[in-house]
């Protein structure tokens, strides 16, 4: 059945003069009432404002869209079913879909130097579009079906930017039966209740599409509710969905999502706090400084030259090149942070100059430093986000440099360690934080993903590891920093979102903000596999320590030391012990006796101990597809080479272990005398009941207990993570208790100490002199407590 839109009602419409006449002015008319200034704000947010058309990234990227509607238009065939002959409306996705050309049609037709600009032909459609998708399925009679998310975000979303950018043009009957849809599968309850898919960044699209309905409809009601309703996201959670005192961020109840839910959450909000500004529906709960803190406190952590980490990206790290795109232009870890960088840039123009300087500064910071992903050339930035960054760049406010810091996301099992010169990330699960998501056919094999995967970058080098199709072409039973049983399994194994977490509570770690011990229980995901990992994280090392590694799943058990990509031509080197090994695809060695390797344009290795480590190598090109972890992605073959080290703990090992170091961006000859500075490390204790280090040189201390017991001079109660770090005639001592037993530590250092200087509320002083005595206070989430004390 056609559509029953028409030449004679789209006449009807603001715009009819023009249309008769062979043109339509896509200007916007003036404001006439609060609602129409709010509409225009929104359609400014939308298509952005002070950039250079005649100038780059803008004229390519205008020219492009409007290719690309112009694609739209000409294949745009309305019957009964469909608008689009590839997009049935019998899936839920395909009408987001639709909803999504026909956004892309109205800013072509509204964007200048689209090739399209003002064209009464493509607008017609649009309205055409509009009104076939209402009368074949969006529309206050049809029960939804397929996801969920479609009908109450995707596609009300799409149609209600359509609709404010097409306002002059459309009738005032053809808004009216838009948004009677949308209150239809957007309805006030939607909001009632802060649970299930109604938290979140959930909850903040459901607003935004309650908040610009409310405006298309002039509704005071509507746009009350959708600043009322966001109030339940702001506070910090102790469980579930939503941000956490400690920077963490989780959606689907288990999942560490900053960089994907993270990102949808804060763009919502930047948008609609820069929307309802100065307006009677202003969001003035005092908890919206939450949002504004976790700009520094939960996002720039894992932020790194542009990039956002994929350790908080969920399912997202699977979504590489869409079959539903026709540029084919891939996602990554680097396209991920980009929008993040612009959500901060509009919401920094709403907080207050101090916030606002500090964020341009950092926004500009990464901006500068992404030379692997120019941020300006990213074909799917927005014209909007990109004037936003551009105005940034080019502004006298000074750039930012990395910080030297480490972070600790107890909430979410996450720790990211940062240099002057690298970061690294460590990603972790337990009985609260999910090994890995997968759900609508995306992240298929991410299972190891939370089994220790220890990631890094360099600061001009390394920086496409992730994003250089690593996920669809590296092995997944080899992720670098993980142990895994090379059990098979089966894809999305463990079950989807979230649903696979393993049985285990001591997770986590202590900081002083500088150097780091963090550990991690881990049970393998359907797997017998049990070990202890511990990370300790200091100037220029990660040292890696495992031990209790068991199993009995009847196929080996292994430790990934490394598997860089070397891209699709690369051939980096591996010298071994100052023996430079075959570059040959295909090579593979056992190398006993290893005391250290390096490779090549990324950094060195350092195996402690008498005699060296046994280490696997193995030099490989790998082929895959998107299509293979994600349902959704392209099945175009990709190929990328692989240098990967590995220890082999056996079939079915007992009390295995293993111990090396990670120096990022070390040369061979610092790499060679770290491993001949015998004495730089020592080793506390390696076992499955405590492991800790010391090094005399940085004066650090640490030391995981996985049971109560006393190493290297410091006596734990119970399980606890433990830190100290002695400069001079001062010490700092961390403590932590990751299993949150809601047990006390009662923490004994034997060495003289005159007096405790400074302590957290939650450190009682039990003694000083000959030896310190310390009581933590229990339930504090995994948090650190620290006490400063002058040595005796």
Same mark, same amino acid.
């Given at each position: 059945?056609?559509?029953?839109?028409?030449?004679?009602? *789209?006449?009807?419409?603001?715009?009819?003069?023009?249309?008769?006449?062979?043109?339509?002015?896509?200007?916007?008319?003036?404001?006439?009432?609060?609602?129409?200034?709010?509409?225009?704000?929104?359609?400014?947010?939308?298509?952005? +404002?002070?950039?250079?058309?005649?100038?780059?990234?803008?004229?390519?990227?205008?020219? @492009?869209?409007?290719?690309?509607?112009?694609?739209?238009?000409?294949?745009?065939?309305?019957? %009964?079913?469909?608008?689009?002959?590839?997009?049935?409306?019998?899936?839920?996705?395909?009408?987001?879909?639709?909803?999504?050309?026909?956004?892309?049609?109205?800013?072509?037709?509204?964007?200048?130097?689209?090739?399209?600009?003002?064209?009464?032909?493509? &607008?017609?459609?649009?309205?055409?579009?509009?009104?076939?998708?209402?009368?074949?399925?969006?529309? #206050?009679? %049809?029960?939804?079906?397929?996801?969920?998310?479609?009908?109450?975000?995707?596609?009300?979303?799409?149609?209600?930017?359509?609709?404010?950018?097409?306002?002059?043009?459309? @009738?005032?009957?053809?808004?009216?039966?838009?948004?009677?849809?949308?209150?239809?599968?957007?309805?006030?309850?939607?909001?009632?209740?802060?649970?299930?898919?109604?938290?979140?960044?959930?909850?903040?699209?459901?607003?935004?599409?309650?908040?610009?309905?409310?405006?298309?409809?002039?509704? #005071?009601?509507?746009?009350?509710?959708?600043?009322?309703?966001?109030?339940?996201? *702001?506070?910090?959670?102790?469980?579930?969905?939503?941000?956490?005192?400690?920077?963490?961020?989780?959606?689907?109840?288990?999942?560490?999502?900053?960089?994907?839910?993270?990102?949808?959450?804060?763009?919502?909000?930047?948008? /609609?706090?820069?929307?309802?500004?100065?307006?009677?529906?202003?969001? %003035?709960?005092?908890?919206?400084?939450?949002?504004?803190?976790?700009? #520094?406190?939960?996002?720039?952590?894992?932020?790194?030259?542009?990039?956002?980490?994929?350790?908080?990206?969920?399912?997202?790290?699977?979504?590489? &090149?869409?079959?539903?795109?026709?540029?084919?232009?891939?996602?990554?870890?680097?396209?991920?942070?980009?929008?993040?960088?612009?959500?901060?840039?509009?919401?920094?123009?709403?907080?207050?100059?101090?916030?606002?300087?500090?964020?341009?500064?950092?926004?500009?910071?990464?901006?500068?430093?992404?030379?692997?992903?120019?941020?300006?050339?990213?074909?799917? /930035?927005?014209?909007?986000?990109?004037?936003?960054?551009?105005?940034?760049?080019?502004?006298?406010?000074?750039?930012?440099?990395?910080?030297?810091?480490?972070?600790?996301?107890?909430?979410?099992?996450?720790?990211?360690?940062?240099?002057?010169?690298?970061?690294?990330?460590?990603?972790?699960?337990?009985?609260?934080?999910?090994?890995? #998501?997968?759900?609508?056919?995306?992240?298929?094999?991410?299972?190891?993903?939370?089994?220790?995967?220890?990631?890094?970058?360099?600061?001009?080098?390394?920086?496409?590891?992730?994003?250089?199709?690593?996920?669809?072409?590296?092995?997944?039973?080899?992720?670098?920093?993980?142990?895994?049983?090379?059990?098979?399994?089966?894809?999305?194994?463990?079950?989807?979102?979230?649903?696979?977490?393993?049985?285990?509570?001591?997770?986590?770690?202590?900081?002083?903000?500088? *150097?780091? +011990?963090?550990?991690?229980?881990?049970?393998?995901?359907?797997?017998?596999?049990?070990?202890?990992?511990?990370?300790?994280?200091?100037?220029?090392?990660?040292?890696?320590?495992?031990?209790?590694?068991?199993?009995?799943?009847?196929? +080996?058990?292994?430790?990934?030391?490394?598997?860089?990509?070397?891209?699709?031509?690369?051939?980096?080197?591996?010298?071994?012990?100052?023996?430079?090994?075959?570059?040959? /695809?295909?090579?593979?060695? %056992?190398?006993?006796?290893? !005391?250290?390797?390096?490779?090549?344009?990324?950094?060195?290795?350092?195996?402690?101990?008498?005699?060296?480590?046994?280490?696997?190598?193995?030099?490989?090109?790998?082929?895959?597809?998107?299509?293979?972890?994600?349902?959704?992605? !392209?099945?175009?073959?990709?190929?990328?080479?692989?240098? !990967?080290?590995? *220890?082999?703990?056996?079939?079915?090992?007992?009390?295995?272990?293993?111990?090396?170091?990670?120096?990022?961006?070390?040369?061979?000859?610092?790499?060679?005398?770290?491993?001949?500075?015998?004495?730089? /490390?020592?080793?506390?204790?390696?076992?499955?009941?405590?492991?800790?280090?010391?090094?005399?040189?940085?004066?650090? !201390?640490?030391?995981?207990?996985?049971?109560?017991?006393?190493?290297?001079?410091?006596?734990?109660?119970?399980?606890?993570?433990?830190? &100290?770090?002695?400069?001079?005639?001062?010490?700092? &001592?961390?403590?932590?208790?990751?299993?949150?037993?809601?047990?006390?530590?009662?923490?004994?250092?034997?060495?003289?100490?005159?007096?405790?200087?400074?302590?957290?509320?939650?450190?009682?002083?039990?003694?000083?002199?000959?030896?310190?005595?310390?009581?933590?206070?229990?339930?504090?989430?995994?948090?650190?407590?620290?006490?400063?004390?002058?040595?005796?």
């Amino acid at each position: 059945m056609p559509s029953p839109w028409s030449r004679r009602t *789209f006449l009807a419409g603001s715009g009819a003069a023009a249309v008769a006449a062979g043109f339509v002015n896509a200007s916007p008319a003036l404001a006439a009432d609060a609602y129409d200034t709010l509409r225009l704000r929104w359609r400014a947010l939308t298509l952005g +404002a002070g950039f250079d058309v005649a100038g780059e990234p803008y004229a390519t990227k205008l020219a @492009t869209l409007g290719a690309a509607a112009r694609t739209s238009l000409a294949s745009m065939a309305p019957v %009964t079913g469909s608008l689009w002959p590839d997009q049935p409306l019998s899936a839920s996705a395909s009408v987001t879909g639709s909803h999504a050309r026909l956004n892309e049609m109205a800013q072509a037709w509204a964007q200048p130097g689209t090739g399209s600009t003002a064209d009464p032909a493509m &607008i017609e459609a649009v309205g055409q579009g509009l009104d076939h998708l209402h009368g074949q399925v969006y529309n #206050e009679n %049809t029960t939804s079906f397929g996801n969920w998310w479609d009908w109450q975000i995707g596609s009300p979303r799409l149609l209600l930017d359509c609709v404010t950018v097409a306002y002059d043009v459309l @009738t005032a009957a053809q808004t009216a039966s838009y948004l009677r849809a949308v209150d239809h599968f957007v309805p006030d309850s939607a909001v009632a209740s802060y649970t299930g898919t109604s938290t979140g960044a959930n909850r903040v699209d459901l607003c935004r599409v309650l908040a610009t309905r409310g405006v298309l409809g002039k509704s #005071e009601a509507k746009l009350a509710l959708a600043r009322d309703a966001l109030s339940p996201v *702001f506070p910090y959670v102790t469980s579930g969905d939503g941000l956490y005192a400690d920077g963490s961020f989780v959606q689907h109840t288990w999942v560490s999502y900053t960089g994907s839910y993270g990102e949808v959450l804060i763009d919502g909000l930047a948008r /609609l706090f820069a929307l309802l500004a100065g307006s009677t529906w202003e969001v %003035t709960d005092p908890n919206r400084q939450i949002i504004l803190d976790s700009v #520094e406190k939960a996002y720039a952590p894992f932020l790194y030259n542009g990039l956002v980490m994929d350790s908080v990206a969920g399912r997202a790290i699977s979504r590489g &090149i869409a079959t539903t795109d026709p540029n084919r232009i891939q996602a990554d870890d680097h396209r991920r942070g980009h929008p993040l960088l612009a959500h901060i840039a509009l919401l920094a123009e709403g907080a207050s100059a101090a916030e606002r300087t500090r964020w341009q500064g950092l926004v500009k910071g990464w901006m500068e430093r992404d030379y692997y992903s120019p941020v300006m050339a990213d074909a799917k /930035l927005g014209i909007a986000d990109l004037a936003r960054l551009e105005a940034i760049a080019g502004s006298a406010v000074t750039a930012t440099a990395e910080p030297v810091a480490h972070r600790l996301f107890p909430g979410m099992d996450r720790a990211v360690h940062r240099r002057a010169a690298w970061a690294a990330s460590i990603g972790m699960a337990s009985n609260r934080i999910t090994y890995y #998501e997968n759900g609508n056919g995306e992240n298929l094999r991410g299972w190891h993903t939370g089994s220790g995967m220890l990631s890094w970058w360099g600061s001009t080098y390394g920086n496409g590891q992730y994003s250089d199709a690593f996920w669809p072409t590296v092995d997944p039973y080899r992720l670098p920093g993980t142990t895994v049983s090379k059990k098979a399994l089966a894809d999305g194994a463990g079950g989807a979102w979230g649903a696979a977490r393993p049985d285990v509570t001591w997770v986590g770690g202590t900081t002083d903000g500088e *150097f780091a +011990a963090v550990g991690q229980h881990l049970k393998g995901l359907s797997s017998t596999m049990s070990a202890r990992k511990s990370w300790f994280c200091l100037d220029d090392t990660v040292v890696c320590l495992g031990a209790g590694i068991c199993g009995s799943d009847g196929v +080996a058990v292994e430790t990934v030391i490394e598997n860089r990509n070397l891209g699709a031509t690369g051939t980096h080197g591996l010298a071994v012990n100052g023996t430079t090994q075959p570059a040959t /695809l295909g090579w593979s060695a %056992t190398l006993t006796g290893t !005391t250290w390797a390096r490779i090549t344009g990324f950094g060195g290795y350092v195996f402690p101990g008498a005699g060296g480590a046994t280490v696997k190598a193995l030099r490989e090109a790998r082929t895959g597809t998107w299509s293979a972890i994600n349902t959704g992605g !392209t099945a175009d073959a990709l190929t990328r080479r692989y240098l !990967t080290l590995w *220890f082999d703990h056996g079939v079915n090992p007992v009390n295995a272990s293993y111990a090396y170091l990670v120096m990022p961006g070390a040369t061979a000859a610092a790499t060679a005398a770290r491993a001949a500075a015998t004495g730089w /490390l020592v080793t506390l204790a390696n076992t499955a009941a405590q492991q800790g280090v010391s090094v005399p040189s940085l004066g650090f !201390t640490g030391i995981n207990f996985w049971s109560a017991g006393s190493v290297g001079g410091v006596t734990a109660s119970a399980p606890a993570c433990v830190l &100290i770090r002695v400069s001079g005639s001062t010490a700092t &001592i961390c403590v932590s208790e990751p299993p949150r037993s809601g047990a006390s530590i009662d923490l004994t250092w034997n060495r003289p100490v005159s007096a405790v200087t400074a302590k957290d509320a939650t450190v009682t002083v039990g003694a000083t002199g000959s030896s310190l005595r310390l009581t933590i206070a229990p339930g504090t989430a995994g948090a650190t407590h620290r006490a400063t004390v002058t040595l005796g």
